[in-house]
Nanobody, 117 residues
């Protein structure tokens, strides 16, 4: 299983970024997918997830600003992030899990997002 994130960078508050996660080695359409983030000095938190049946979950802090989506033929997961805030600054990780499992078990290396005020 390989998950490769891209799309992070430096952006001003109020701006947008779209993160991508290229997936290989699994049946992408049959898996739950998620985006986690880890801010400096904090634990890893789930930002958004999408199930194999396209049920979407968002953390309260990002509802209405972030959107998770997937392109099954391209085997790519996306996270569109709008109205970015300085507290959005973190490493963002793509993750996947078998739908029968409670925890995400495969992770990418992460992509860094820095939002300046």
């Amino acid at each position: 299983v390989q998950l490769v994130e891209s799309g992070g960078g430096l952006v001003q508050a109020g701006g947008s970024l779209r993160l991508s996660c290229a997936v290989s080695g699994i049946d992408f359409s049959a898996r739950d997918m998620g985006w986690y983030r880890q801010a400096p000095g904090k634990g890893r938190e789930l930002v958004a997830s999408i199930s194999n049946g396209d049920y979407e979950y968002y953390a309260t802090s990002v509802k209405g600003r972030f959107a998770i989506s997937k392109d099954i033929p391209k085997k790519t997961l996306y996270l569109q992030m709008n109205s970015l805030k300085p507290e959005t600054t973190a490493w963002y990780f793509c993750a996947t899990r078998d739908t029968q499992q409670p925890k995400f078990s495969n992770w990418g290396q992460g992509t860094q997002v820095t939002v300046t005020s």
